[in-house]
């Protein structure tokens, strides 16, 4: 298993720390991406995608669940935050999401109770209350080619 922590100074330095790992992971892996409301998430996922050479615009998929980018669609970025539970993912068809050969960015990923992904990478982003612009972001991953792949990072 790996563990790696790096910090943040602003927005910026997350995008850009998104974008550096989106250059660095471009093939399917699913990447569960916590932190509180506000931490950065959707900033770490528009740098990813940005890294992985897509240039669509990357929005918040708040309210339509999953957003899809690249054409051929090689991303799918979802926010489960107003999901009940994992059931309701499913009925909307989450096994085709995951048979599609793309990278799965997972905002509020907990209610997944299947966790038996291959590739998978779990990312938390932590901010600290006295410094507002400051995040730590904690990388953990037991895949082996992820594994490989952030070391060189
Ligand atoms: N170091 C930093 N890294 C990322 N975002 C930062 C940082 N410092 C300040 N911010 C600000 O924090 C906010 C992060 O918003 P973002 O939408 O990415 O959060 P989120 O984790 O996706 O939240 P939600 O759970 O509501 O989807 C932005 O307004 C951003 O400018
Ligand atoms: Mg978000």
Request: proline share 4%; aromatic share 10%; glycine share 8%.
């Given at each position: 298993?790996?563990t790696?922590?790096?910090?943040?100074?602003s927005?910026?330095?997350?995008?850009?720390?998104?974008k550096?790992l989106?250059?660095?992971?471009?093939f399917?892996?699913?990447?569960?991406?916590?932190g509180?409301?506000g931490a950065?998430?959707?900033?770490?996922?528009?740098?990813?995608?940005?890294?992985?050479?897509?240039?669509?615009?990357?929005?918040?998929?708040?309210?339509?669940?999953?957003?899809?980018?690249?054409?051929?669609?090689r991303?799918?970025?979802?926010d489960?935050?107003?999901?009940?539970?994992?059931?309701?993912?499913?009925?909307?068809?989450?096994?085709d999401?995951?048979?599609?050969?793309?990278?799965?960015?997972?905002?509020w990923?907990?209610?997944?109770?299947?966790d038996?992904f291959?590739?998978?990478l779990?990312?938390?982003?932590?901010?600290?209350?006295?410094?507002?612009?400051?995040?730590?972001?904690?990388?953990v991953?037991?895949?082996?080619?992820?594994e490989?792949?952030?070391?060189d990072?």
């Open positions: 298993m790996l790696k922590t790096i910090k943040t100074k927005s910026q330095e997350t995008y850009d720390f998104g550096h989106g250059e660095a992971l471009s399917p892996l699913v990447i569960f991406l916590r509180e409301m950065g998430k959707t900033v770490f996922a528009k740098g990813f995608v940005k890294g992985m050479g897509i240039d669509d615009e990357v929005t918040s998929p708040t309210y339509t669940i999953v957003n899809e980018y690249g054409d051929p669609p991303v799918f970025h979802f489960l935050y107003r999901l009940q539970d994992g059931g309701e993912l499913y009925e909307m068809g989450f096994e999401y995951l048979n599609q050969e793309g990278t799965l960015i997972l905002e990923p907990d209610l997944l109770l299947d038996s291959e590739h998978k779990e990312i938390t982003l932590k901010s600290d209350f006295h410094s507002p612009d400051e995040r730590e972001i904690i990388l991953t037991s895949d082996v080619k992820i490989q792949l952030l070391s990072c």
